[in-house]
């Protein structure tokens, strides 16, 4: 379902946009192949938007402004991508949630903080074209355009924690969260004890259903760890920007989309 939506939402957001360019066009197959959007600082320290493909090498920015971006989420196709806009770093009251198309750069805004609902995370349902956002107020969820759009209050509070957080496997057995005792975070399962992931990890994500990343300690790459213990190997990125950070990933195949968080 989410597939055939997906596509009619291609081919209409593409047709009311013709102008619109993609940031990665000739650069990452979206959608086919395996890759990463993440958090870097741009012009005056603000945020701004890089990708890079799921082998390392040459980054690429996503977004070309003035304003300060975070909290990028790759939906589960890898085709939109959903994230804050504002015009000052760490001032939610300001944020707005956009979302672009990366077929072919065009953007949406879908909600505008307002006095006692500032957006601060984001995240899609696993099989609808649904954007939860997580406020200062509540939890909203938003129709994805180009059908009508609509911000409401989330409708299912179980799913919309569940794409807000950061599960591990598929079916998620575990999550992840601070540790209990302060130092790190950790994986925390259904049952048993938590597990220190490492005192250093920041910003961790899934990596398919049997690994996760995290950004390594000062920024230099992206380390990929199986679950179930082995070798990690690093994703090293070419001329990445200072202080790359929360990072959200496609994988081809995967049968759910695999959401940023920000950690440390």
Known sequence: ???????????????????????????????????????????GGRGDLYAV???????????????????????PDGVMLAFLRGRRAGDSTDYRVVVMNLLNGAERELFTAEEDRAPVNLGWHPTSPL???????????????????????????????????????????????????????????????????????????????DSLAYVTSGGTRLRIRPLGGGRSRDLRWVDPPANPRLPTVFIVGADAGLRGSEGG
Not at 55 to 69: A, I, K, N, S
């Open 131 to 209: 954007l939860y956002i997580a406020t200062t107020g509540g939890v909203l969820q938003a129709t994805v355009p180009p059908g009508p759009l609509t911000v409401t209050a989330a409708a299912e509070s179980a799913v919309a924690d569940s794409a807000l957080s950061v599960l591990l496997g598929r079916p998620a057995f575990a999550k992840v969260a601070p540790c209990a005792t302060g130092a790190g975070m950790c994986v925390v399962p259904q049952s048993g004890s938590e597990q220190l992931i490492t005192e250093d990890a920041a910003d961790i994500v899934p990596w398919g259903g």
């Open 1 to 43: 379902m989410w597939r055939i939506v997906s596509a009619t939402l291609m081919v209409a957001t593409m047709a009311a946009c013709r102008v619109s360019l993609s940031p990665l066009q000739n650069r990452i197959d979206v959608g086919q192949e395996t890759f990463v959007v993440f958090v870097g600082d741009g012009e």
């Open 53 to 75: 493909k799921a082998d390392g090498g040459r980054v690429y920015p996503v977004t070309y402004t003035r304003l300060h971006e975070t909290r990028p989420a790759l939906s």
